[in-house]
T-cell receptor
Framework: AQTVTQSQPEMSVQEAETVTLSCTYD???????LFWYKQPPSRQMILVIRQEAYKQQNATENRFSVNFQKAAKSFSLKISDSQLGDAAMYFC???????????FGKGTRLHILP | NAGVTQTPKFRVLKTGQSMTLLCAQD?????MYWYRQDPGMGLRLIHYSVGEGTTAKGEVPDGYNVSRLKKQNFLLGLESAAPSQTSVYFCASSDPRWGNQPQHFGDGTRLSIL
């Protein structure tokens, strides 16, 4: 069975600094997708970044980038130049290529310190 | 552009009562989802739909029913509410071009069962 594990329930980072959120997953499939979602205090979840497993290049969206280590089944999110608006719960998620279901991790709450 | 709209935002029910949560999206998305979010559990998929007139079970479907009579609406029903169904419920939608993962989430419905 596929699983997604986020081992850091909470993290804090100073404003303007860089922070990395960890995510590991377990799967025997070769065709899958990985995602990071952000859920601000307003609760409306937003898709931040997406990585296809077949792509070796790490995805990047502005200040957000991932470190995708397929052999290690690791998918960390790096946020550069942290801003107060980045404070949120971050969820790592996995989807098998032939399935419609997505498996979410339990989330990491990120605090931004001014 | 409203995106994904959920009604109601809050509701308190007594055990055994029934109710329907409404989700509406105006993005012409084919896929729609219902999730529940519990503390320490992350998001769990209840039911989903890949198109008008179709529904499928997710990870935790028991005690819930859904209908997708119109493409823009996805209804979640609780037939006989139980305290274990106290949760925050999120609806989401997505366009298959993005790989069938939920893109846009609603603001959530906080449901308490007494």
């Amino acid at each position: 069975a596929q699983t997604v594990t986020q081992s850091q329930p909470e993290m804090s980072v100073q404003e303007a600094e860089t922070v990395t959120l960890s995510c590991t997953y377990d799967t025997s499939e070769s065709d899958y997708y990985l995602f990071w979602y952000k859920q601000p205090p307003s609760r409306q979840m937003i898709l931040v970044i997406r990585q296809e497993a077949y792509k070796q290049q790490n995805a990047t969206e502005n200040r957000f980038s991932v470190n995708f280590q397929k052999a290690a089944k690791s998918f960390s999110l790096k946020i550069s130049d942290s801003q107060l608006g980045d404070a949120a719960m971050y969820f790592c998620a996995y989807r098998w290529g032939r399935d419609d279901k997505i498996i979410f991790g339990k989330g990491t709450r990120l605090h931004i310190l001014p | 552009n409203a995106g994904v709209t959920q009604t109601p935002k809050f509701r308190v029910l007594k055990t055994g009562q029934s109710m329907t949560l409404l989700c509406a999206q105006d993005m012409n998305h084919e896929y729609m989802y219902w999730y529940r979010q519990d503390p320490g559990m992350g998001l769990r998929l209840i039911h989903y739909s890949v198109g008008e007139g179709t529904t499928a079970k997710g990870e935790v479907p028991d005690g819930y029913n859904v209908s997708r009579l119109k493409k823009q609406n996805f209804l979640l029903g609780l037939e006989s509410a139980a305290p274990s169904q106290t949760s925050v419920y999120f609806c989401a939608s997505s366009d298959p071009r993005w790989g069938n993962q939920p893109q846009h989430f609603g603001d959530g419905t906080r449901l308490s069962i007494l």
